[in-house]
C-alpha cells in the first residue's frame, strides 16, 4: 500500500474511523494531520469498543506507529486521559505514539472564548461548535500569539504562560466570565506535561526519513471536506484545513509523495451542528436514518441531521482532492428503505445548479433534484463479497461510482472490522 490520504468527503462523521482501522494492517505509520478533539472515531474490534478523539485509531493495531502532526491542535489534559484509558484497556503507545512539538495547545481559554463567542451569536448565526476550544486555539496560531507542545517542556513555559492568561483574562472579563487562575492552570498543564514528555518529538524528520525507507505511512484527516475552513459551507465550518492539502501542511511530508486520495462517504448524508444540508430530510424517514444508523457524535452525543446521498458534495469533493477511490460506508442502514434517493444536481431560482455555490445565501436556497432507485428491502449485513449483495443494492453502488466519477475500492455493510469488502486495490485495479 502507497503513502495514503483518507479524508471525509462529506461534512464528517463519515466512518473514518473504522476505515483507517482497517487499513492500518497495510501501513507503517498512521498520522492525523488536523483538527482537535472535536472529532471522534468510533471503532468495534469483536465486542469491543473504543471511542477516539486525538489520537489515530491505529493504535488499536499493535506493532503501528502512530503520530499526532503539527497541523494539529491538542488539549494535553484530554490527550492524557485518552491514553490513560487506552492503557487500562492494554494497548501501551510507549515508543509508538509521537506527538508533533510544532503542534499548538488548546488550554482552559480557549474553551471559554469558544463558549462566550457562540452564546453571544443570534440563534441563525450559531455554528454549531464544539466548545472544545478548538477555533479559538487556531486564531491565536494564526495571529501568532499560541503556544506549541514543545514550548510544555521549555523551562520558560511558566513565564510564557502567564503572559497570555494575563491578556485572555482581559478578554474574558469583556465576555463576563471569570479571570482563570494562573495556578491551577499551571498545575494541571505541567502534570499533562511530565506525562506527555516521552512522546513529544520533532515528527517531521522522524516521517519524512521514514517515507524515504519506503515504509507506508496512511493520513489520517478529521471533520470532512464541507467543514473545511477554505473549502466547506464558510462560515459553519471547522477551523482547520480538512481536505488532502491539509495533509502536507499538517505534518511536513512534500506532495510529491503522497500517492493515493480515498475518500470516505456514506451511502447517505450527514451533518451536525448548523449549516445548510440540501437533502435533509427532517421527516421520519430522517428519522429512521438516525435510528438505524445510530447517528449520534461520538464526541458530542448531538443527533447528526440525516439526508439522501448528495453527489454535487461528492463530485465537489473529488475535484478539490483529488480523490482516487471511494470508501462508501454504512450501506446497510437503507437496508429498510423502500425507495432510496440520490441528489444529483440542485435547483436554486428556476436554474439547475450542479456545483456547491460558495455564497451559503445561495446553497440554505438550493433544493435537491433527485434519482430514484428501488430500495432492497433485506439484510445486506452478512455480505463479504460484492457479488452477495442484493442487484438493487449493487446497482445503487454502481451508480454512486458512475455520478462521481470514482471507483468504490472499498464497501462497508456494518460496523465491525470484519463487516467490510475491499473492492480494489490502490493501483484501481478489480480484486476477484
Not at 307 to 334: C, E, H, P, Q
Not at 400 to 412: A, F, K, N, Q
Request: with cysteine.
Amino acid at each position: 500500500m502507497p503513502n495514503t490520504v483518507l479524508i471525509g468527503a462529506q461534512w464528517g462523521d463519515e466512518g473514518k474511523g473504522k476505515i483507517i482501522d482497517v487499513l492500518t494492517e497495510k501501513v507503517d505509520w498512521v498520522v492525523r494531520y488536523q483538527g482537535g478533539n472535536n472529532a471522534g472515531h468510533t471503532v468495534e474490534i469483536g465486542s469491543k469498543r473504543y471511542v477516539l478523539h486525538l489520537v489515530p485509531s491505529g493504535i488499536l493495531h499493535s506493532g503501528k506507529k502512530c503520530v499526532i502532526g503539527n497541523g494539529v491542535v491538542v488539549d494535553p489534559v484530554a490527550l492524557v486521559v485518552e491514553l490513560k484509558q487506552l492503557c487500562e484497556q492494554g494497548l501501551d503507545p510507549s515508543g509508538r505514539f509521537f506527538v508533533s512539538d510544532r503542534a499548538h495547545i488548546v488550554f482552559p481559554y480557549h474553551k471559554l472564548q469558544d463558549e462566550f463567542s457562540e452564546l453571544q451569536r443570534s440563534k441563525n448565526d450559531q455554528i454549531g461548535t464544539t466548545r472544545r476550544g478548538i477555533g479559538p486555539s487556531y486564531g491565536d496560531k494564526a495571529s501568532r500569539f499560541g503556544l506549541r507542545m514543545g514550548d510544555l517542556l521549555d523551562p520558560m513555559f511558566p513565564s510564557l504562560l502567564e503572559a497570555r492568561l494575563q491578556e485572555k483574562n482581559r478578554i474574558l472579563s469583556a465576555l463576563g466570565s471569570a479571570p482563570l487562575e494562573l495556578a491551577k492552570v499551571l498545575v494541571e498543564y505541567q502534570e499533562a506535561a511530565r506525562y506527555l514528555a516521552p512522546f513529544i518529538v520533532d515528527t517531521i524528520p522522524l516521517l519524512n526519513a521514514a517515507v524515504r525507507k519506503g515504509e507506508k505511512v496512511l493520513f489520517e484527516g478529521a471533520q470532512g471536506t464541507m467543514l473545511d475552513i477554505d473549502y466547506g459551507s464558510y462560515p459553519f465550518v471547522t477551523s482547520s484545513s480538512a481536505t488532502a492539502g491539509g495533509a502536507c501542511t499538517g505534518t511536513g511530508v512534500p506532495p510529491n509523495r503522497i500517492d493515493h486520495v480515498i475518500g470516505v462517504v456514506k451511502a447517505y448524508t450527514t451533518r451536525v451542528g448548523e449549516g445548510p444540508f440540501p437533502s435533509e430530510l427532517k421527516d421520519e424517514t430522517g428519522e429512521l436514518l438516525r435510528k438505524t444508523g445510530n447517528e449520534f457524535g461520538a464526541t458530542t452525543g448531538r443527533p447528526r441531521r440525516c439526508g439522501w446521498f448528495d453527489a454535487v458534495v461528492a463530485r465537489y469533493s473529488v475535484m478539490i482532492n483529488g480523490i482516487d477511490s471511494w470508501a462508501v460506508t454504512k450501506l446497510d442502514v437503507l437496508d429498510p428503505m423502500e425507495t432510496i434517493r440520490i441528489c444529483v444536481a440542485y435547483e436554486c431560482d428556476g436554474k439547475r445548479v450542479e456545483n456547491v455555490p460558495a455564497n451559503i445565501r445561495v446553497l440554505e436556497k438550493c433544493r435537491p433534484v433527485y434519482e430514484d432507485f428501488p430500495g432492497w428491502l433485506t439484510s445486506t449485513k452478512e455480505a463479504t463479497r460484492f457479488e452477495d449483495l442484493p442487484a438493487q443494492a449493487q446497482a445503487y453502488v454502481a451508480r454512486l461510482s458512475e455520478l462521481t466519477g470514482v471507483p468504490v475500492s472499498i464497501l462497508s455493510v456494518g460496523p465491525r472490522r470484519d463487516s467490510t469488502m475491499i473492492l480494489r486495490d490502490l493501483s484501481g485495479r478489480k480484486l476477484e
